[in-house]
């Protein structure tokens, strides 16, 4: 279940009260269940996937792809495998973990693991929120936000795309207040 923080260190799990919270910033956040499916779940354990296995679990889960396909004029999707056994994992991770933005909506669909979202809000306020497994968020192009693992440094997701020419993180150079102790 998604938890979202507050800067004064508050944790919140009710999604109607994250909704709301989140609202300002026309974030889109919803439950789509995983199949269950042996194959599938056994994929699902797996640290790592090789592009074959990763398709599989995209093909598993394309029911939610053709729906976007349908409604929104999404034209591709893949799976991010990220874990702690990935020599590069910091430098990937490097990329986006800094507030930014992009020109297309960041979508995506989280299957194991969990990655932590942090967001800047019209006020300037900033919360985090944790996205666990069968948590789908759409985050509107131009949101300034950042993204990260927790501790477990885990996540599978599956990502949406309208187009991937626009995905390059435009960084807005604003501090993360997450990362300094909040002053008492
Ligand atoms: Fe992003």
Redesign the pocket.
Same mark, same amino acid.
């Given at each position: 279940m998604a938890v979202l923080k507050l800067e004064d260190g508050t944790l919140h799990s009710d999604l109607s009260y994250i909704t709301q919270e989140l609202a300002t910033l026309n974030i889109f956040i919803n439950r789509w269940n995983i199949p269950n499916n042996p194959e599938l779940q056994s994929l699902l354990a797996q640290d790592s996937l090789d592009e074959d296995e990763k398709e599989q679990v995209l093909k598993a889960l394309d029911s939610y792809f053709e729906k976007l396909q349908q409604t929104a004029g999404y034209q591709s999707r893949d799976l991010v495998v990220l874990h702690p056994g990935i020599p590069n994992l910091d430098s990937l991770i490097a990329k +986006?973990d800094q507030i %930014?933005t %992009?020109a297309d909506d960041?979508v995506r669909y989280v299957i194991d693991g969990e990655a932590i979202f942090g967001f800047v809000r019209p006020d300037g306020s900033q919360v985090e929120l944790t996205v666990q497994p069968e948590e789908y968020i759409n985050v509107p192009a131009g949101t300034e %936000?950042w +993204?990260y693992l927790t501790s477990g440094r885990r996540v599978k997701a599956v990502r949406y795309f309208i187009t991937t020419e626009a995905w390059t993180?435009q960084y807005t150079g604003r501090e993360i207040r997450f990362r300094q102790p909040i002053a008492k």
């Open positions: +986006f %930014h %992009h960041e %936000h +993204f993180p």
